[in-house]
Nanobody
Framework: QVQVVESGGGLVQAGGSLRLSCAAS????????MGWYRQAPGKQRELVAV???????NYLGSVQGRFTISRDNAKNTVYLQMNSLKPEDTAVYYC?????????????????WGQGIQVTVSS
């Protein structure tokens, strides 16, 4: 079974930085795209950034140039470096990973979400 653990959220003043981490564990054979989403109160969940297995990245327009997504394939971990944070970045952030793992002698696909981590940016 695959599990993920997020870390790195918290409270920061506008203009500050935070780094989120999302580490997957289990009998993982491969991880495809890794992404970060966020959901602010009263709003729908939105894709913030995604990185493919080949390292290609894509960002939400409002975070382009401020956020950087990266991955460590050896650790099955995805990071989100958030700089120049704004109050409108306040939300619960979720990571999402998909790939293949070994279970009961079979190869199975997985698509898993992190538990969510609060990021609060004060003005």
């Amino acid at each position: 079974q695959v599990q993920v653990v997020e870390s790195g959220g918290g409270l920061v003043q506008a203009g500050g930085s935070l780094r989120l981490s999302c580490a997957a564990s289990g009998r993982i054979l491969s991880v495809n795209a890794m992404g970060w989403y966020r959901q602010a109160p009263g709003k729908q969940r939105e894709l913030v950034a995604v990185i493919t297995s080949g390292g290609s990245t894509n960002y939400l327009g409002s975070v382009q140039g401020r956020f950087t997504i990266s991955r460590d394939n050896a650790k099955n971990t995805v990071y989100l470096q958030m700089n120049s944070l704004k109050p409108e970045d306040t939300a619960v952030y979720y990571c999402n990973l998909g790939g293949t793992h070994s279970s009961g002698g079979y190869y199975r696909t997985f698509d898993i979400w992190g538990q969510g981590i609060q990021v609060t940016v004060s003005s």
